[in-house]
């Protein structure tokens, strides 16, 4: 099987724009957003050069060829951070990553559409995706974590700027039980703080996405008397305004007084929006991390699949959080398919990488994760 490409843009400059702006609306549009680069002429090739790209652990290399990848708008902003700074090492690999969400992105790997897929789900075996995509890749496909992204509970209420929420109060609003911000149980959690009448408006991905399935979860997991639904990759919530990908819920909640919604953390930065503490721990890198490291890791053999524990007790842990996964086949019937994309793969997995993704609101992976996603991209063949 050789996963076909799609379409790339023109050039570096591109990347650079979009990684300065932070990847913003546009990469949330309905129409093709990719974060590609060119090199000479005679990159086109595909085959793969040996010089180094980083000096940490999991040394990379470049290569020549080209990758595109689609899926997880929660790692557009890192993902287009990767391929600025590993195209600035390697200038003549052409790399596309169109953020179209979760379940589109696997969609198009199933279909041979993509040469990986960005996920913020394992795949699911109860929707039959491990077994479409090993007959896609004929070879068994592996969920690496790859970036860790804090999913912020984004609020607007005139006059507010800091809310304190419990897992609790998270379920109750987003499933409609509570419908008004002075509602006593939320006054009760924000001593000291004037809370108007106004009412509620929830906003939620209308998309299939992983960020809505990690969400969901959690508010299943922690407070299932409030959150009675299943979780999933499709909003099954009964109030509030679907909007298109991470950008519309953002725009949404910005703009409407009394709005709240789940977004990625880095997509509230730059929004500047307010952001709700949770049992009074802020959202930064530090406290998404320590919820990570609580995570364990329940794939099998080289498949990092994750299980999250949203009840993690850890001090100073933030609980909302879901790990983005690349996608891979273990094995590609094209050989140089299968180094770049381990060249590639390397280098957003190595310390020098890892390192940046507090600039675009993402946290690193613990060390002890890192290293095994290390050596499962290694195995890749």
Known sequence: MKISRIGRASGLAVVTALALTACGSASNNDATSSAAAGGDANSAAGSSAGSSAGSSAGAQTCFTGSLSAEGSTAQQNAITQAISSYQAKCNGAKISYNGTGSGAGITKFIAKQV??????????????EPADAEKACQSPALDIPMVTGPIAVAFNVKGVDKLNLTPQLIAKIFSGKITQWNDPAIQAANKGVTLPSTKISVFFRSDSSGTTDN???????????????????????????????????????????????????????????????????????????????????????????????????????????????????????????????????????????????????????????????????????
């Open 115 to 128: 040469d990986f897929a960005g996920s913020d789900s394992a795949l699911n075996p109860d929707k039959g």
């Open 215 to 381: 969400f969901t979860n959690y508010m299943n997991t922690v407070a299932p008397s409030a959150w009675t639904h299943e979780h999933d990759k499709t909003w099954k919530g009964s109030v509030g305004q679907g909007k298109a990908k991470t950008a519309g819920v953002a725009s949404a909640v910005k703009s409407t007084d009394g709005g709240i919604g789940y977004i990625e953390w880095g997509y509230a930065i730059q929004n500047k929006l307010d952001m709700a503490s949770v049992d009074g721990v802020s959202l930064t890198a530090a406290s998404a991390g320590k919820a990570v490291e609580a995570a364990k890791v329940v794939g099998t053999g080289k498949d990092l699949s994750l299980q999250l524990d949203y009840k993690t007790k850890a001090a100073g842990a933030y609980p909302i959080i879901l790990v983005t996964y690349e996608v891979v086949c273990s094995k590609y019937a094209d050989a140089t398919k299968a180094n770049d994309v381990k060249a590639f793969l390397s280098y957003m997995a190595s310390s020098d990488f890892q390192q940046q993704l507090t600039g675009v609101g993402a946290a690193p992976l613990p060390t002890a994760i890192q290293q095994k996603v290390l050596a499962s991209i290694d195995s890749i063949s």
